[in-house]
């Protein structure tokens, strides 16, 4: 499960998560590290757009909260990223920052979760791909490793 901030302009259209740039950009890295798109669920923590796309305040975050705790216990995943501060601090830790505490995996109750950079950050600072780029490798050995222990689902 990938897990972002909040729709864009492109995605409250449509009303699918992660459809304009960065979402491109996303289904990119997916693809190159080789994560099967049929074994991934990419949602958001807020599920409307905030106005002017500002980062969502913390009564938007928890009025969404109940919506993101359903997806996880419907959809069951063995591995969540949180994409940018956000969902990091959501899922998290409020006191979690991203440039400090991406990369580093995290096992809540049954659940394996990193944080790594937002692809809309990739964007803006091209530096910040190489790290991303390991966090995306490590999340598919972890994800390989995973399919070996428990097997296909
Ligand atoms: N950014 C997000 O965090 N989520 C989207 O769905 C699109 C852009």
New binding site residues.
């Given amino acids: 499960m990938l897990v972002?901030?909040?729709?864009?302009a492109d995605?409250d259209r449509l009303g699918k998560?992660?459809v304009?740039a960065?979402?491109q950009l996303l289904d990119k890295i997916l693809a190159a590290a080789e994560l099967p798109p049929g074994d991934t669920y990419i949602c958001?923590v807020v599920k409307c757009r905030p106005p002017g796309n500002r980062v969502p305040l913390p009564e938007e975050q928890e009025a969404c909260k109940g919506f993101l705790r359903e997806q996880i216990r419907i959809v069951q995943p063995w591995i969540i990223v949180c994409?940018?501060a956000t969902a990091g601090q959501t899922l998290l830790s409020p006191a979690l920052r991203i440039t400090r505490d991406r990369g580093r995996w995290q096992q809540k109750g049954r659940f394996w979760i990193m944080p790594t950079y937002?692809p809309?950050a990739l964007l803006r600072d091209e530096s910040k791909k190489r790290d991303a780029w390991a966090d995306f490798k490590a999340v598919k050995q972890l994800y390989t490793q995973l399919l070996d222990e428990r097997g296909d689902r």
């Fill in positions: 972002g901030e909040g729709p864009g995605e998560p992660f304009g960065a979402g958001n994409l940018g937002h809309a």
